[in-house]
């Protein structure tokens, strides 16, 4: 009978499973954060090759 209650007790206070799959938070941060660099880039990039024609064409 004690050891029914025992299994009884760990069934209800016992922690949840822990779902593992996927990417850890800081994974997934460091690839948003270098997504977000690329993309800023990119437009830096974009906003330098307009500047740089448009004052070519002024000279």
Known sequence: MLA???TVIGYVFSPPER???????STE???LLAGAVVVAMAVVGV????VTGK???LK
């Open 19 to 25: 779902d593992e799959r996927g990417l850890s938070q």
């Open 4 to 6: 029914i209650l025992h």
């Open 47 to 50: 906003v330098t090759a307009y």
């Open 29 to 31: 941060t460091a690839l």
């Open 55 to 57: 004052l070519g064409a």
